[in-house]
């Protein structure tokens, strides 16, 4: 039991209120909308939703990667206690790589193309470490053999577009680790995958979590990855949350129609023989022209003009299992992964 004289440790990542926009010519994209996540420290956390949700637009604003220019952020935003909004250039630099890392959703894109994927990681190493160049190479030599790159001497020389899908993951995955940060941010990491590579990344993943004790936030519009991984998932769309709550919570009894549908759109193959998949019909809205009330009204076959006139609030529904949706009262025995 922790001594009740030593203080809390801060939330690996607490955001409140957060709202992130971008001014283009003539109108201006709300693409998140007053999100609240907090990240526990040891968590592993799944953003999921729909393309457009806002989902690795939150990531990045976590790290504030986003082009400042035209980007406007507000709200509560803070890492380990430190407040991400207030920081200097300086402090972000300092920041970024060792306090939280992100894992990209396409590495070769991520990857500078110049250099070898030694040199990068261990000059990640030194820029924020006093260690030698040697003492650097030695750490990369031991992160690639710990994500279980094969050969990885060879490969520490070899360039991004040398290796393939799966060992530029891993590698990436290891470039994010090269300074033990607390916090890793993974922005739908297996998308660009195929299927068995796929389950090798995520397996993975969750091993590294374990081992070193981290607090993931971890995108993903595919629920099963998200199940395989989360302690927690979290539902977006439209830039906001609508449904959040423990993973066997959320996926066994899910309260606001938008889960119900992700849900119910996917089904293990054998159920899925000789019978039509469900879809959701029409299309997420327009992000510069939000409507007043619930963004998936237009969608949602139990709206009514109470949903359309006002936002609705968040509240719990059962102990860390929250709900935005008027109709809370729903049951959805029949959905299911």
């Known amino acids: 039991m922790p001594d009740a004289n030593l203080p809390l440790s801060p939330p690996a990542v607490m955001l409140r209120d957060l709202h992130v926009s971008f001014t283009m010519p003539g109108k201006q994209i709300n693409a998140v909308n007053g999100v609240d996540l907090l990240l526990r420290q ?88 006093r260690i030698t160049a040697r003492d650097a190479a030695a750490r990369a030599l031991a992160l690639f053999e710990k994500v279980c790159i094969p050969s990885p001497q060879r490969r520490l020389a070899a360039y991004p577009h040398e290796l393939s899908g799966g060992m530029r993951q891993r590698a990436m995955i290891a470039l994010a680790l090269a300074c033990h940060p607390k916090v890793l941010l993974a922005d739908e990491p297996t998308t660009a995958l195929d299927a068995t590579v796929q389950i090798q990344i995520l397996l993975l993943l969750r091993e590294l979590q374990r081992d070193l004790g981290l607090s993931v936030i971890f995108v993903t519009h595919d629920i099963a990855a998200a199940v395989e991984v989360a302690d927690r998932i979290a539902v977006m769309y439209a830039g906001r949350i609508v449904e959040e709550g423990s993973t066997r919570a959320l996926i066994s009894a899910p309260r606001h129609p938008y889960t119900i549908a992700l849900l119910n759109s996917r089904r293990h193959a054998a159920e899925q ?20 009330g619930c963004a998936f009204a237009a969608r949602c076959s139990r709206a009514t003009d109470d949903c359309r006139a006002a936002q609705p609030l968040a509240f719990d529904v059962e102990p860390d299992h929250r709900v935005r949706c008027i109709h809370t009262g729903m049951t959805a025995a029949t959905a299911r992964i």
Do not use: W
């Not at 939150?58 to 986003?66: D, F, H, K, Q």
């Not at 935003?77 to 250039?89: A, I, P, R, Y």
């Open 42 to 129: 040891g968590e592993v956390v799944a953003l999921i939703g729909e393309s457009g949700s806002g989902k690795s637009v939150t990531l990045r604003a976590i790290m504030r990667l986003l082009d400042e220019r035209g980007t406007c952020m507000s709200g509560t935003l803070s890492v380990n206690g430190k407040d991400v909004l207030g920081m200097s250039s300086r402090a972000l630099a300092a920041m970024r790589g060792k306090d939280v890392a992100m894992v990209f959703q396409e590495p070769l894109l991520a990857l500078d193309p110049a250099y070898t994927i030694g040199n990068q990681i261990a000059e990640t190493i030194r820029r924020h470490e």
């Open 273 to 292: 023989r000789g019978t039509r998949l469900e879809t959701i019909g029409g299309a997420p809205p327009d992000l510069a022209a939000l409507p007043p």
